[in-house]
């Protein structure tokens, strides 16, 4: 499968704990995004990634919340100290911005549950 | 004001009816706009692309209106398969770097 691939798929944390999340991007595409889901929300837009450079990240991203992509290939986005309101879905996408539909392919997410 | 709203619905459909949604965004110099389709409990995934002259893929027409900020999609003779939440997408670079979803509009195609 040469999708977008997440890992894990589920996580189950403590509050207070800290947790990381990796993905893994179509090996060709140099963007990658993270959004994150909630129940009857559409994505929110994270931060992005061209080659290793973070481009862009949200203002609604707290301290807690860093992401890397050191070589240019999978990345981690990292949450310290996490919170209830933490609970989400978090969606990983990559892109070939050089494609005519600049489309943004999705991996299956990881649901991150604090309890 | 969210930057891009849509109607949450539900819409309940028969099968081969015909369905509208429409997306409005706030911001006037969004460049590039996106329908997407998101399954129950599975990633999004790009639907079509809205270009300034309309667009159609079989069943599926997207239009943009740019003088009243909206993206409207059609689907005409609904099929069962169609049931999902369709995403509309709005881009402010024209190659894609951050995209502001909609919260999307669920349809439910119904025998």
């Known amino acids: 499968d040469t999708g977008v691939s997440q890992d894990p798929r589920h996580k189950i944390t403590k509050r207070g704990q800290n947790v990381t999340f990796r993905c893994d991007p179509i090996?060709?595409?140099?963007?990658l995004y993270w959004y994150r889901q909630t129940l009857g929300q559409g994505p929110e837009f994270l931060t992005y990634f061209q080659n290793e450079a973070q481009l862009e990240k949200s203002r609604l991203l707290s301290d807690r919340f860093s992401a890397e992509r050191p070589k240019g290939s999978f990345s981690t986005l990292e949450i310290q100290r996490t919170e209830q309101g933490d609970s989400a879905m978090y969606l990983c996408?990559?892109?070939?911005?050089?494609?005519?539909?600049?489309?943004?392919?999705f991996g299956p997410g990881t649901r991150l549950t604090v309890t | 004001r969210k930057e891009v709203e849509q109607d949450p619905g539900p819409f309940n459909v028969p099968e081969g009816a015909t369905v509208a949604f429409n997306c409005t965004y706030s911001?006037?110099?969004?460049?590039?706009f996106f329908w997407y389709r998101q399954d129950c409990r599975k990633e999004p995934k790009l639907l079509m692309s809205?270009?300034?002259s309309g667009n159609e893929d079989g069943r599926f027409t997207a239009q943009l209106n740019r003088a009243s900020q909206y993206i409207s999609l059609l689907i005409r003779d609904s099929k069962l398969s169609d049931s999902a939440t369709y995403l509309c997408?709005?881009?402010?670079?024209?190659?894609?770097?951050?995209?502001?979803f909609g919260d999307g509009t669920t349809l439910t195609v119904k025998p």
């Open positions: 809205v270009y300034s």
């Open positions: 997408v709005v881009n402010m670079l024209t190659n894609a770097g951050k995209s502001t």
């Open positions: 090996s060709e595409h140099n963007r």
């Open positions: 911001n006037s110099a969004s460049q590039s």
């Open positions: 996408a990559s892109s070939y911005p050089q494609t005519s539909s600049h489309e943004q392919y």
